[in-house]
């Protein structure tokens, strides 16, 4: 989470780079905002379905490798926190567990780019 402590445009991006061993599975995440860690709303979301699959020759299992970047511009008032929200439905819900994340290809970030 970042805490926006002055007014602007900032331009906000995340990506979200991830693998699992399911075969039919979506995971979406979204930008949020809010006045306390507590209340925060949604304002950009996007989408990666399940489409890059291969056999684990490791494992000999399949696996779907995808990666979901969301990014916009918004004035953003002072004292202000964004944040990343993962949603996973479908095949996801009850196996969080096959979900895996590769940490070093994930980021989040915002700066400002107009008073």
Known sequence: MIH?????????????????????????????????????????????????????????????????YVSGLFNIKEDTYIGVQMNMGGDYAPHHDAILFDRKNCYFGAFQVAN
């Open 4 to 68: 926006i402590y002055k007014k602007g445009t900032y331009f906000v991006y995340a990506q979200i780079y991830y693998h699992d061993v399911m075969t039919s599975s979506a995971m979406s995440h979204c930008i949020t905002m809010g006045n306390s860690s507590d209340h925060m709303e949604s304002v950009a979301c996007g989408m990666a379905s399940a489409n890059h699959h291969f056999v684990n020759k490791t494992t000999n299992q399949w696996t779907n490798l995808n990666t979901n």
